[in-house]
């Protein structure tokens, strides 16, 4: 039975999730969070000890991680009293789960050591969300208050060791950047890779992900992204990312 992911069940949960993607979200939540707030819930399914299915609903939006044996019913029967909207799952968990899709992403994870780069680890937030906000169409929800749920999220788990930035400045104007959505012990993922439309095709975006995840593979962590369009798909390739699995969301009725 699918029910809330307790302390106790930590090393169970982080054994099941390893250095997976999907994994990384969860644990990256679940570590910062735990289940202390009604925007962010971390539920799992085990037997004896072992996880079998984790998911993590972050304001109304949820990652799920499914294993061998995971009961898609039941699944799919919690997940709108749960309050789930949207899901993020793979394609296997897609083709069992009697949802529509929104969209599909492809999933890469880097495969070769990147050199450091010339970039900081700080910039105005409110730089970074209007940035990745106008490289990135969609990257946020259209909502009055959707800068101060990214900066506080960020914030949050960038005290807690589990988000990081790094930027690119000219003349005090943010050319690049890029930032983890995510981290737990062993994994990353990337995410809000922008470059300004009139700062492209000097290397910065090249910059700022080899910076990141130069400083992460230092740490033994594997690094994941989802390339959210051909180019991205292509620049990814690039510098040594490779196709890791197909991402999608699911629209929860």
Not at 184 to 198: E, H, N, W, Y
Not at 239 to 244: A, H, I, K, N, S
Request: net charge negative; aromatic share 10%; hydrophobic share 45%.
């Amino acid at each position: 039975m699918i029910r809330l992911c307790k302390k106790e069940d930590s090393a169970a949960l982080a054994a099941f999730c390893g250095n997976t993607l999907f994994g990384c979200y969860i644990l990256s939540r679940f570590c910062c969070y735990g289940n202390d707030y009604d925007f962010c819930k971390c539920y799992v399914d085990e037997a004896d000890g072992n996880v079998q299915t984790a998911l993590s609903v972050l304001d109304g939006t949820a990652v799920v991680l499914t294993g061998k044996t995971t009961d898609f019913e039941e699944l799919a029967l919690c997940l709108p009293v749960f309050g789930v909207r949207v899901l993020l799952c793979s394609a296997n968990a897609a083709a069992k789960l009697p949802f529509p899709e929104l969209q599909q992403k492809t999933a890469f994870r880097l495969q070769t050591p990147l050199p450091a780069a010339d970039a900081c680890g700080a910039a105005p937030m409110r730089g970074v969300y209007d940035l990745i906000s106008a490289a990135i169409p969609g990257s946020f929800s259209d909502t009055k208050d959707a800068y101060l749920r990214f900066l506080s999220d960020f914030t949050f788990r960038q005290t807690r060791g589990k988000a990081r930035l790094k930027a690119i400045l000219e003349n005090e104007t943010l050319c690049a950047c890029a930032l983890t959505a995510a981290e737990s012990d062993s994994t990353a993922v990337l995410s809000g890779v922008a470059c300004r439309a009139d700062c492209r095709g000097r290397g910065f975006g090249k910059a700022v992900v080899s910076a990141l995840a130069h400083d992460l593979q230092n740490e033994q962590k594997d690094v994941h992204v989802i390339a959210l369009n051909d180019s991205a798909v292509g620049f990814y390739r690039a510098l040594g990312f490779e196709q890791e699995d197909t991402i999608l969301w699911l629209d929860v009725k």
